[in-house]
């Protein structure tokens, strides 16, 4: 092995070390990282010219060496181990990794520039929050590169109705009727792009057919105040690493009712401990709120901090329990809420995600006469319209508080 593989090998052990992976994993990892280096090596191979397909046929000739070195085919898991390690080690050593795909085509290029623009328009123009803007691009693209296998030219000007048709038919399958709005309402957005920018003479979004959906309609799953008191009550009973994060992260969206990527959000300094107060930066608005800091929150996060964190370099105040200790996607907060209802006893009929908890701070906070704007505020709203879905989970609390109106009475 040459002196810079071994100098790879070398900035991949610290790596690891930094993330704090167990000896190990540190040892196996560094271990197939070396076997894949002494391939590359064989064939001449530099490590920047790796791509995904040059792992996979090396995973494949990895398989074959073990049943060539013991006699019998691995299990059906083995190749992930390897994998896991090579992974790591491009990371390292790589600007990049897993590389972007080239765009292969005039037209693919061509849809890149589009997107992109329509990207930096989205941000400076409509100041939408990040994860908006995902969603948006997501369907921009997927539409483009379907548009592009469909008719193959580096250009939108042939677009017509009937492509848009045929597209919203393949996205139709397996999706509810609230799903396909959102996509309808996606692709409505990139069309008007499209005419916006002279890129087609029509502004075909009002030709996109979507679901009619009612005003509210659909009860969203809800936790009573007796449920949320159990579950933190069992979850604080699990004083492990791990029990601590989450006993904390439920403190949060109880109290609060704030978004998954609002918790995930969170940083070290956020908190202003002198003054107990909380700064939140909202999903949906992109702005920054400042909120009191609640007693039990503020306890279970300095319990976590003190007794459960692990030792690492990110500032989110949240971070994931195994390593690499890196901050918590917004896939990782579902399943805390997963496992700790499930601990709980606590079974619903519909959604169990962290927005449960946002919808029972919302009826709880209706239930205790606070203003809608108020409630609005609490929650992160841009107007009162986004609260106006939430009172639908308090009907029998809207009926008490009905006003009569006058009218012709009835004589007997």
Known sequence: MSSSQSEELSKLRDMLRRQRYSPTVIHNYCLYAGQFLAYLEERAIDLRDVTPDLVAQYLRHAVRQFQLDRGRAPGSSWASIPRSGIHALLRSALSEWPPAPPAMTEAERFAHEICDQYERWLRAERGLAEPSITALMWEARHFCKWFIQRNGKAGFADLSVRDIDA?????????????????????????RHLHRSKLHLDDLSGHVIAPLLYAYEGIPSILTAEQIVHVLEVAGQDVSPLGLRDHAILQLLSKYGLRSGEVGRLQIGDIDWRVDTLRVQRSKTNTMAVLPLMEPVGEAILRYLQGGRPDTDARTIFVRSRAPYQAMKAGGLYGVVKRRLAAAGIELAGKRGPHIFRHARAVSMLRASTPRKIIGDVLGHRSLEATAPYLKLATEDLRAIAIDLPGREVRQ
């Open 167 to 191: 597209y919203m038919d393949i996205r139709a399958p397996g999706l509810t009727r609230k799903s396909l709005k959102d996509v309808a309402e996606r692709l409505r957005g990139f069309l």
